[in-house]
């Protein structure tokens, strides 16, 4: 408390009484609604007793401003002249706008007033205290539209989310009654598992005057703040037009395209947040450190910090070590407005001005709107338990909606009778709407849609432009018009239903691309000499004869690349270090030694070229969190994009773990999302210890819905029609799809577990909701990157990215593979050198565990009973490719998994669940599945090069001990 008196009377005294007030005035500002607490504490002596009138005004009001941290004088000058003239600027709302704000507040206090007589024991988290809320998102979207933004896009939590789509967003009251009545969002006869109320997403066109946005609210996940870099990263793809030179940008998305929002000049991310939370997460600071980086700005975020001053019980105190909970904005030198939420021309001006200072500075600022939780964090919650004196105070407080009418009855706003009849109207239009619900089949009228449903004393300009709300599309819609569940393909002959090879005089002069160096770009000699020079040798002899293995694994990588932007496809990779590569193997992106300059090789190459995609290559932050977000947000844009998020070592990938447990893995069967992200994840058990060996290949494969999960290893797929309804119900719940009807008789009178097993069809392969992969050569790689965009659909892709096979002579790949007919191998087949019927061991492993088993085989001498087959996809696991490999071989006695992972890790678990009851009927000679590995181990690898080294021994012994003794 000294030094703050201190730091004011010192400010005084060498600036002025008005650089004391920019400075210190917020501590005393009377923003919050309930009266209890200031930063101060106290009177707010320090600050001048007889200074300025004026600036007393500007900075001790409902309003505070937090600003002299900005690193600009422009900008601090630019927030100064703001301040100070708010009071002298005439009304900040028109007649209309304050009835059209009365109308929003209004109808949301009304919703939830009706949620909680209707639905006594739903847990709606209310934003009643909050109600602020709605006629500020209102406003800093319409001032964005006016300002030039064609697109919002809206990341937001679930307090206040209910009343915030029907009454904002158009979201038909109908239909989420529906759905709080336990009905579904997903439509009949599609899969998917659906999500909670307080998670629905919505998009819609909002008009105001002459200017209309579209707006999208992204679907988030009960992990507060998570959704953030979510936002952000849809944002930046809109912003660089993502994917629209690709051939999905069909016709039809481009109409859709043509429509309001369109081509804008700006799309901008607007990002609700609660107090706790943004104080808390750690995600909150992995996405605001974003906000400037080249790779990643959106040309600044609209926060609003919706801060209800407590957090689910914890207090203030409890809840934060800052005074504020935006303190941690401050970091990247955001302005901050902490403004009253019962003061609506305060809310409104703090809006508009938030929105004009983006547009100016392209930089982000926070709205710290104080408000209040009426009821506890749910409303079956107690919250006088905790909070008892807080609450005793909100208790007796009128709702604002209703102290707003009064005062502007006062005004002569709003006739004495109109609150009430509205208030009226819009309960009988709720009670109408409920009842449709209960026999909804279709989307239809939604609240908000004009005057006509109110009646009363309304006028046309009772309800503006603003009010004005039409429905967007459906989740394939626009710009994924030509993208398709994929479980209801038909996908005829291969198995990945794509054409992934090219001409061999495509693939070379691709090939040549990732090593032209632009005309006046200096390239460090050794990159010269050891990259462009020897890839441009290799390419030549490939060229000369495309059976000779001279392509290495980052050439595959660029070539895949390269073919795509010639298709029209961009390709966005990011992550640490990815322009050149962890390993010093990319060089995507090289750095001129003279100017300094980066320069993409790719988009250089080809300067110019009509139709041609563009490669986006970042080095991001050290982040993982924060920045997988960004780019699974970006993969939701368009399928005309190849999204590619490499970690520096597959390790930290769980540093991310909610991004992919709550995203990546549900997104299509909760919300009808699909993303086609690519995870590269660094992976090999090489000596480098417990956090540089394992990419936890065993957690991506536990989360994989295979229906062999639940079916003892029986891959199974059940038609529900005609079936009995429990049997239906266990079945979806263990992810199963279709049945063939000679099995659908039996399942209707046995169990579910009996149903399972008994199903043999494997149509749902391609509704998995994740791909793994640990590629064992580069051209499998290269097709593998290009099948993730050229089929129908999208899937999320996990590729156990090698490490030694960068450099590994061994593990490079002929012109051949790539080439026509060509295409992406779920499993590589074994080639021994002796006969089929000689052999009387088969092997089956994956990536880079490949070349280690041929080493030891041949120094066995084993080469001629013993095959080597690779599961390059291990999920969705090939089992007919793996059962037919074993037929190969008639008389094989031992079948063994081998991998180098420990036995409670790797692709174990998962292979046996598909595996081992195939093996027993496909080779039946053999004792069954055995699993070659390292022994369990509570780490995912030791730590100690000695140690490494005898596990690698005894694995070798291990190995060697299944071949035959004869």
Not at 189 to 201: L, Q, R, T
Request: hydrophobic share 40%; charged share 20%.
């Amino acid at each position: 408390m000294a030094a703050r008196l201190s730091r004011a009377a010192s400010s005084a005294a060498t600036g002025g009484d008005a650089d004391a007030f920019r400075r210190f005035g917020h501590e005393v500002a009377t923003i919050d609604p309930l009266r209890e607490w200031s930063v101060r504490g106290d009177s707010g002596s320090g600050l001048p007793a007889a200074g300025s009138d004026a600036a007393r005004g500007a900075y001790t009001g409902n309003v505070g401003f937090e600003f002299e941290h900005c690193e600009s004088a422009a900008e601090r000058a630019w927030w100064a002249a703001q301040a100070e003239s708010r009071l002298e600027s005439g009304p900040v709302m028109t007649t209309a706008q304050k009835r059209n704000a009365h109308l929003l507040m209004t109808q949301a206090e009304v919703w939830e007033h009706f949620l909680g007589k209707k639905f006594v024991t739903l847990k709606r988290y209310s934003g009643e205290g909050a109600e602020a809320m709605l006629p500020l998102l209102d406003e800093i979207i319409g001032a964005a539209s006016k300002g030039g933004v064609g697109e919002v896009v809206i990341g937001m939590p679930h307090r206040g989310r209910l009343a915030t789509l029907v009454s904002l967003l158009g979201y038909p009251a109908r239909q989420l009654f529906r759905k709080l009545r336990g009905g579904a969002d997903i439509a009949a006869g599609i899969p998917g598992m659906d999500d909670v109320s307080s998670h629905v997403a919505a998009s819609c066109v909002r008009t105001y005057g002459s200017t209309t946005a579209r707006v999208s609210m992204l679907h988030n996940p009960s992990h507060l703040e998570a959704v953030n870099p979510v936002a952000m990263g849809k944002t930046r793809a809109k912003r660089d037009g993502a994917g629209s030179a690709s051939k999905w940008a069909t016709p039809a998305a481009a109409t859709a395209q043509s429509g309001p929002g369109a081509g804008s000049a700006d799309a901008m991310c607007l990002l609700v947040h609660g107090d706790g939370a943004f104080s808390g997460q750690g995600v909150v600071w992995e996405s605001l450190a974003m906000a400037t980086l080249p790779g990643f700005n959106v040309g600044g975020t609209v926060h609003v910090v919706v801060n209800n001053q407590v957090a689910f019980t914890a207090t203030r105190r409890e809840g934060r070590s800052s005074s504020y909970c935006t303190d941690v904005a401050k970091g990247i030198g955001a302005p901050v407005l902490h403004v009253n939420g019962e003061d609506l021309d305060a809310v409104v001006w703090a809006g508009r001005t938030a929105v004009a200072y983006r547009k100016k500075f392209n930089r982000d600022v926070l709205i710290d709107l104080v408000t209040y939780r009426r009821h506890g964090h749910n409303e079956v919650d107690q919250p006088r338990f905790t909070q008892p004196h807080m609450y005793s105070g909100i208790t007796e407080k009128q709702g604002f909606p209703s102290t707003y009418a009064a005062a502007l009855r006062t005004e002569g706003v709003l006739s004495d009778s109109r609150d009430a009849t509205l208030r009226g109207q819009l309960d009988k239009f709720l009670q109408a709407e409920l009842d449709a619900s209960a026999d909804l089949t279709d989307e239809s009228g939604s609240w908000g849609v004009g005057p006509a449903p109110f009646g009363g004393d309304s006028t046309p300009d009772d309800i503006p432009a603003s009010g004005l709300v039409t429905k967007d599309g459906s989740a394939f819609g626009g710009k994924w018009a030509g993208i398709r569940l994929p479980n209801a393909l038909e996908i005829p002959g291969s198995r990945s239903g794509v054409a992934t090879g090219m001409s061999f005089d495509d693939l070379v002069r691709v090939g040549k691309h990732t090593v032209t160096v632009p005309e006046g770009v200096t390239v460090h000699d050794h990159l010269m000499r050891g990259h462009f020079i020897a890839r441009t040798e290799a390419l030549d002899q490939a060229a000369s004869d495309p059976s000779e293995p001279v392509i290495n694994w980052a050439t595959a990588e660029g070539m895949a690349f390269a073919s795509l932007l010639d298709q029209g496809f961009d390709v966005r990779m990011s992550g640490q270090d990815v322009e050149r590569g962890t390993f010093s193997h990319r060089h995507g992106v090289v750095v001129c030694q003279e100017s300094g300059r980066k320069v993409p090789i790719l988009n250089e190459c080809v300067p110019g070229a009509a139709g041609r995609g563009k490669l986006h290559s970042v080095s991001s932050h050290l982040s993982e969190f924060g920045v997988l977000g960004f780019e699974y947000g970006y993969s939701l844009e368009s399928p005309g994009v190849l999204p590619v998020w490499e970690a520096q070592f597959g390790d930290f990938a769980n540093c991310a773990q909610v991004i992919i447990d709550q995203f990546l893995s549900g997104s299509e069967t909760k919300w009808m999302r699909q993303s086609g992200l690519v995870m590269l994840l660094p992976h090999g058990f090489d000596g480098a210890g417990p956090e540089h060996s394992s990419a936890r290949i065993e957690r991506f494969l536990q989360l994989v819905n295979s229906p062999a999960w639940a079916a003892g290893g029986v891959d199974v797929d059940v038609s529900l029609e005609g079936m009995d309804d429990a049997v239906s119900a266990a079945l979806r719940a263990a992810g199963v799809r279709t049945l063939p009807p000679s099995h659908a008789a039996a399942a209707s009178r046995a169990s579910p577990s009996a149903a399972v097993a008994g199903a043999e069809d494997k149509s749902w392969f391609e509704g998995i909701n994740f791909s793994v992969c640990q590629p064992s050569t580069p051209a499998n790689y290269f097709h593998l990157l290009r099948r993730q965009v050229l089929r129908p659909f999208r899937k999320p892709l996990v590729v156990v990215a090698p490490k030694t096979l960068l450099r590994l002579r061994g593990a490079r790949s002929a012109l051949a593979e790539m080439g026509p007919e060509s295409e992406f191998r779920p499993l590589i087949g074994a080639s021994p050198t002796g006969s089929a019927e000689e052999v009387k061991t088969v092997l089956f492993c994956s990536g880079r565990q490949y070349y280690e088993l041929e080493a030891a085989i041949n120094e066995a001498g084993a080469s001629a009973t013993t095959a080597i087959a690779r599961v390059e996809e291990i999920a969705p696991f090939p089992t007919d490719d793996l059962e037919a490999e074993l037929k190969r071989f008639p008389n094989a006695e031992r079948v063994a998994w081998v991998q180098e992972e420990p036995a409670n890790a790797g692709a174990w678990s998962f292979v046996r669940a598909h595996a081992a009851a195939v093996t027993k009927t496909a080779a039946p000679k053999s004792t069954g599945l055995e699993l070659v590995s390292r022994p369990v181990c509570p780490t995912p690898a030791v730590g100690v090069g000695s140690m490494h080294k005898v596990q690698e021994a005894l694995l070798k012994k291990d190995i060697l001990a299944t071949l035959p003794t004869e």
